[in-house]
């Protein structure tokens, strides 16, 4: 790839979008799953569990969510390293995600939003294919 090819790719407004939508969907995972240990954004991350879930995993509610914590920071970090794996991955925890609070109740504005961060990952799956390596593809 030459500079001249370089700069016109940095101008791909595709490009672009699959870059913002990697970094994104790579970091806050993984500071969302470091919280699960922190609990800096919020005091009590087991009131978004729905008891069908917390029943599945092993110990109390808090351990599960310190799973849910782990399961985070590895599908950012999939996002970073791997986006064609990591996206999809993201797109399918993010569907369990809507669901369990759907399950809880109450949190419909949660799931919502949700959803478009669902579709947002499903976007990012597409234009991981469409730029292999986070580069785009040769013409």
Same mark, same amino acid.
């Given at each position: 790839? @030459?500079? @001249? ?7 791909? /407004? #595709? ?7 990697? !970094?994104? +969907?790579? &970091?806050? /995972?993984?500071? +969302? ?7 800096? !954004? @919020? ?9 069908? +879930?917390?029943?599945?995993? /092993? ?13 985070? &920071?590895?599908? #950012? ?16 925890? !993010? #569907?369990? &995600? ?6 809880? #109740?109450?949190?419909?504005? &949660?799931?919502?939003?949700? +959803?478009? !961060? ?13 730029? /292999? ?7």
């Amino acid at each position: 790839m @030459t500079a @001249t090819d370089r700069a016109v790719s940095v101008k791909d /407004p #595709g490009y672009q979008a699959f870059w913002a939508l990697r !970094l994104g +969907f790579g &970091i806050l /995972p993984i500071l +969302f799953g470091i919280d699960k240990f922190t609990t800096l !954004l @919020t005091a009590d991350w087991t009131r978004y569990l729905a008891d069908s +879930f917390d029943t599945l995993a /092993p110990g109390d509610a808090n351990t599960a969510m310190q799973i849910v914590g782990v399961i985070e &920071i590895v599908a #950012g970090i999939a996002v970073l390293l791997l986006p064609r794996l990591g996206a999809p991955l993201v797109a399918v925890w !993010l #569907g369990a &995600i809507i669901v369990d609070l759907l399950m809880v #109740g109450g949190y419909g504005d &949660i799931a919502l939003r949700d +959803f478009g !961060l669902m579709a947002a990952a499903l976007v990012l799956t597409r234009l991981a294919w469409a730029y /292999p390596n986070g580069l785009p593809a040769r013409s």
